[in-house]
């Protein structure tokens, strides 16, 4: 019998990241099929330090949170959908470039907010949304990348599974006491 018979289905996993006073928290939900509407799982990391924020060094700071959820997972996804860009600008790499270079798999980047206007990104308009989510990829052609959010599960411009992951590393986020605080 073939190993590959009894091998789990290939996994997409959203990842995302949520910056607070005391480190990070990064969330990855994984689920099989584009059109899902529930994670297969959920994972929370979270992350004590995390380096400074450097203008158009975004990846420096959150590429090590992304990786340490990456690890908690059983398996190795055959896709990871970033809330960011993989390009900034053609020939210029942003986070999801670096993690595919660091990782080999397919990155799709969503990004809610263009990029100096995002030219070369895909513009994917849905449900009755009249702003675009921006979507560039490493490791698989864009227009497919755009092809896969498009048919992601939700009425609304933001896929449901997508609003997961981010209600996920902000949930998990720990909620900072001011030290006059008596409450625990």
Known sequence: MSASLNAP???IAAVDVCYHDHGATAAAVLFENWADDQAKEQHL?????????????????????????????????????????VWL???????GWHLHEAT???VIGVAKTSFDQSPHAAHVFR?????????????????????????MHGAFRLPTLLKSVDSLCRSGAPVAVAPNDPSP
């Open 104 to 106: 080999g798999i397919s």
């Open 89 to 95: 600008r053609p020939g210029e790499p942003g986070l």
């Open 45 to 85: 990391c979270h992350i004590p330090q995390v380096a400074d924020y450097q203008p158009g060094q975004f990846y420096r700071r959150e590429l090590p949170c992304v990786m340490a959820v990456l690890k908690l997972l059983p398996q190795a996804p055959s896709v990871i959908v970033i809330d960011g860009h």
């Open 9 to 11: 289905p290939p996994l």
């Open 127 to 151: 449900g009755e949304s009249m702003k675009p989510l921006f979507v560039t990829a490493a490791g698989m052609e864009q227009k497919d990348a755009a092809h896969h959010i498009e048919s």
